[in-house]
């Protein structure tokens, strides 16, 4: 990747907490030279919006100026605004080469509109800051269920999953797999004082702790989808085995250097506490009731893009076909 | 132990007005029933003098019992500017002569907040009026302290870490100048609990002071010119900085924050004269990195072998360890040796963590010119309950036991009033001083916190009235100690916490199952207390119930008015013996600062406090979160649900003084 796109990309960091983005030093000195963003970035509570100013956001930028607890009204143009993290691949990305891009841009083809991103690292925080501050109205991909949303029907079901090195033994299928008490493990920590992914628990749980190097999932904002330092560190033999959330693993796993297998963990679910699998929805606010059945019209009508789409990135997906989305009763 | 003043609140009708705190004093007798009467006569009379808003309540007989108790062990009356120790004064080491400025943010090395001034008093004090004020134009939880030296006050903003010079030679105390560090916008995503600031400290014709994007940088104090400016860590490794630095033998000593953000926790020295890093000592990892030599000699077994930093933790996980400090530093000039605290273990699940994760949640002693490790005892092995140790230590040389001995005294997290013998890092006594139930005591022979199993956080299950909650006992919110009443003033909070149903939540597009922390006041409703304590006789004197948490630091001085701030606005002043409320003003916006006094140019005494409400307590304002999202701020917005209606945001300083 060349130092360019590394810049361009490189645009902000965000974490836990207090739940907001911010802009990384490679971007900082042209923002804070921006009068009005400097303004923000002094009376924003509680977050500095994520723009870069090496993409064309500039409707985003409209928004993010304003006070966040003013919803912001209908646009003149029709558009579909989308709230995104914009960088976060395999995700979402601001040049639009992740699977949730392209999903929201079947979504709005559909609608007769064009999309219009408000960008938001997704970390913790971002429902707050972006849909429910009125900066945008669907996002793409979230947990169902998830509780300040309301969501569509589920369009795919995928699971945490093991990666490991192609070859040099059987790969790991189960948490109860021997292997895992001396193989060196990665997994991904939050940052939370009480919360973790759920492998870390599946894990401790069994005792398996000795041998369990952890990676934070904020990863560092500076460098192109942070997250993904779990999976590189199977190829570069840093860790014997990852655990990691389905999509990230498998569209990673496909572009190391090495051959990585993918397989999805058992049991599905470590007792009702620890679920590996998660039913993903698209989400939008509470009151957008008419906006989600539209929404859950298109993806019945369009099962089949979607699969597409889901397939080309690798996501893997479990039990859930991709006609689970017109046989979701819910 | 439940402090019996809670006791005192089923007896005290709920309809009282907000603002009206009420003032309790401590059960006088070991008799139940009496107990009882007496608490609910003086809550009674306590309740009438507030609603008169009349200042003259009579004192009560809890008052008078402390008084025989402790008559002869403080002579009132007595200053501690001698120096000497003698068994029956409590006195500090290193004490200065009283100059009218407030040079340090706990204004000395011993950290008491004791302004010598008496010019306000506890019988002109219902006279204090606004001098003037000061708009920092920043709204955001202001939590530091003003500076004020040769007539000028400095003081630093939350973000973006603005430093002003206020010239208060002139009327209305004009900015002199104002210096702006431009600190990384990205950094406010990185600080946990709001972007907060708590203050600068001036040495040698300079202000030091960090900035939230890890900076630490020297400004010249009569100009506002930058001297030097030096970068101590990553916001892309999470960390930040937020603590107000100290100074010592030309050493400017500094903590990094981030414990939930994986990093490893250190304490900085950097060369007062330029900036360079003298030394660094990191709080986990093997010895020589934590600065542990052949001076280090901790009382207790349990912090005692070699590479603890590493063997209390299953392998390598030390290398994210947390165990930042963003707290507090005393000095003690006659040992010279620093006293810190470093903040809780992370951040990693509990679980996945077993061993006591040193050393997080530790005090440490440490030579300020090499960071030599002296003396560290780990106040909560293990953390489960974000229990960080960054709270002040007060210096005192006090009768122990019939017998004077050099001491350093701490309200912390698990919500134990402890004191050490600061030489060796010997526990003299625990005791506790709000309701606990993640504890059950502090094992004196060993130095151990004796946990209590049944709070143990287990992943997938619910573990309800867990006390202190994760803000403990007291927080950051400093103490002061006055050396007349010889009494401590702990600004502090009643909360416990559940931890309960687990949600789905997604970060970065992986899904987990977050734990649901919600905390809620604890036994009596109340969310704050302000509260008295002998420390000779080892007992609470008197507390005045707050419905917030009392988020500000307190003040005491020479006049005997004790000073603090309330999160929905109300600046007070009480009487330091008894408690009694002399006066009190309704700030623009709510206090977590820190009250100082200093003596003007036209030789009258001030008390300046920011007022701006924000901090972990007050994010639900400062971050306008929602009130319904319960786990929000760390489970700390289900406790601060109504401070909407309480509070707004501000940012501005109130001077005030006697007509």
């Given at each position: 990747m060349s130092s360019r796109s590394r810049k361009a990309r490189g645009g902000w960091r965000v974490a836990r907490g207090d739940r907001r983005a911010g802009l990384t030093p490679a971007v900082e000195l042209a923002v804070l030279a921006l009068p009005a963003l400097a303004l923000l970035a002094v009376t924003a509570p509680w977050r500095v919006a994520s723009l870069t100013p090496l993409a064309p956001v500039s409707v985003a930028q409209a928004a993010v100026v304003r006070d966040h607890a003013t919803p912001h009204p209908p646009p003149a143009t029709r558009a579909l605004r989308v709230c995104a993290d914009p960088n976060n691949l395999p995700f979402s990305n601001e040049r639009g080469e992740g699977f949730e891009n392209r999903l929201a841009e079947l979504v709005a083809r559909e609608m007769g509109r064009r999309v219009e991103y408000t960008w938001w690292a997704q970390r913790r925080g971002f429902w707050r800051n972006t849909i429910k501050a009125g900066r945008c109205d669907v996002v793409v991909g979230l947990p169902s269920g998830y509780g300040p949303a309301l969501t569509t029907r589920p369009y795919y079901r995928s699971t945490y999953v093991f990666v490991t090195r192609r070859g040099a033994r059987p790969p790991v299928r189960s948490f109860d797999d021997a292997a895992l008490r001396t193989a060196r493990v990665g997994v991904q920590l939050i940052g939370d004082d009480y919360a973790n992914t759920p492998p870390v628990a599946a894990l401790a749980r069994r005792g398996i702790v000795d041998n369990v190097r952890g990676y934070m999932i904020y990863g560092d904002y500076r460098t192109p989808s942070p997250p993904s330092a779990i999976v590189a560190a199977v190829a570069r033999r840093e860790v014997d085995v990852a655990v990691a959330w389905g999509p990230l693993a498998g569209y990673f796993a496909r572009r190391q250097r090495v051959p990585l297998d993918v397989v999805p963990v058992s049991p599905a679910s470590d007792g009702a506490a620890v679920p590996f699998t998660f039913d993903i929805a698209m989400g939008v606010r509470k009151s957008d009731a008419a906006l989600r059945d539209t929404l859950d019209a298109i993806l019945t009508r369009r099962h089949a893009a979607v699969a597409r789409i889901l397939d080309a990135y690798g996501v893997p997906r479990v039990g859930m076909d991709s006609n689970r989305v017109t046989a979701d009763a819910r | 132990m439940i402090p019996p003043f809670r006791r005192a609140a089923a007896a005290v009708p709920d309809t009282r007005p907000a603002v009206c705190a009420e003032r309790v004093p401590r059960r006088a007798h070991r008799s139940r029933a009496l107990a009882l009467l007496v608490v609910a006569a003086a809550a009674a009379a306590a309740v009438a003098g507030c609603s008169r808003g009349d200042a003259n309540t009579t004192r009560d007989g809890n008052n008078a019992e402390r008084s025989a108790a402790t008559a002869g062990a403080i002579p009132k009356g007595s200053a501690s500017s001698s120096g000497g120790v003698a068994a029956g004064k409590i006195t500090s080491p290193g004490a200065e002569a009283?100059?009218?400025?407030?040079?340090?943010p706990a204004k000395n090395f011993a950290s008491t907040r004791f302004s010598g001034l008496d010019q306000i008093n506890t019988t002109n004090a219902k006279t204090l009026r606004v001098a003037w004020t000061f708009e920092t134009g920043v709204l955001r939880g202001q939590e530091g302290a003003p500076l004020v030296v040769n007539n000028t006050l400095y003081l630093v903003t939350p973000y973006p870490n603005l430093l002003y010079a206020l010239d208060l030679t002139k009327p209305g105390a004009p900015v002199k100048w104002k210096y702006e560090p431009k600190p990384l916008a990205a950094a406010q995503g990185v600080a946990c609990c709001d972007v907060v600031n708590r203050g600068a400290v001036f040495d040698n014709g300079r202000i030091y002071y960090n900035t939230l994007d890890n900076h630490t940088v020297a400004v010249d104090a009569n100009t506002g010119k930058e001297v030097w400016n030096t970068k101590l860590g990553d916001i892309n490794q999470g960390e930040t900085i937020t603590m107000a630095p100290l100074v010592v033998k030309g050493k400017v000593l500094v903590g990094v924050s981030g414990g939930e953000m994986g990093i490893r926790g250190w304490l900085t020295a950097l060369d007062a004269a330029t900036g360079k890093i003298a030394w660094r000592a990191y709080h986990t990892g093997p010895d020589k990195d934590v600065l542990i030599g052949p001076r280090f000699k901790p009382f207790y077994k349990s912090d005692q072998g070699k590479d603890l930093g590493i063997s209390s933790w299953p392998p390598d996980k030390w290398h994210q360890g947390g165990a930042g400090m963003w707290g507090w530093i005393s000095y003690d000039p006659g040992a010279n040796l620093i006293y810190y605290g470093t903040s809780n273990a992370g951040p990693w699940n509990p679980e996945m963590r077993p061993g006591d994760n040193k050393w997080g949640s530790t005090l440490f002693a440490r030579d300020p010119d090499t960071g030599e490790a002296v003396w560290a005892w780990q106040a909560s092995p293990h953390d489960e309950y974000d229990y960080d140790e960054i709270n002040e230590s007060i210096l005192l040389d006090m009768p122990v036991n019939g017998q004077t001995r050099p001491v350093l005294v701490r309200a912390d997290r698990p919500g134990y009033l402890d004191v050490f013998d600061r030489r060796t890092g010997e526990l003299l006594s625990a005791d506790p001083f709000v309701h606990i139930t993640s504890s059950k005591g502090i094992d004196l022979k060993t130095g151990r916190m004796i946990p209590n199993e049944e709070k143990s956080l287990k992943t997938g299950q619910v573990v309800r009235d867990i006390c202190p909650a994760a803000p403990g006992g007291k927080d950051w919110q400093p103490m002061a100690f006055s050396p007349r009443t010889g009494l401590l003033y702990i600004p502090h909070q009643n909360l416990c916490m559940d931890e309960e149903a687990v949600e789905p939540n997604y970060i970065a597009g992986t899904p987990y199952v977050g734990a649901n922390v919600k905390m809620y006041a604890g036994p009596g409703g109340n969310r704050g207390v302000f509260s008295a304590w002998d420390p000779v006789a080892r007992k609470e004197v008197w507390s005045i119930k707050e419905e917030f948490p009392v988020w500000s630091g307190a003040l005491v001085t020479a006049g005997d008015v004790v000073f603090y701030g309330t999160m929905d606005g109300w600046f007070k002043a009480l009487d330091a013996r008894s408690g009694q409320l002399l006066w009190q003003f309704k700030t623009g916006s709510g206090i977590i600062g820190q009250p100082i006094s200093f003596r003007g140019p036209d030789g009258k005494q001030y008390v300046a406090i920011l007022s701006g409400v924000g901090g972990w307590s007050g994010a639900i304002v400062a971050g306008n979160l929602d009130p319904r999202d319960s786990s929000a701020a760390l489970g700390f917005v289900n406790a601060m649900k109504d401070l909407k209606q309480h509070s707004t945001k501000g940012g501005t300083l109130y001077v005030f003084a006697l007509p």
């Open positions: - | 009283e100059d009218g400025q407030w040079v340090r």
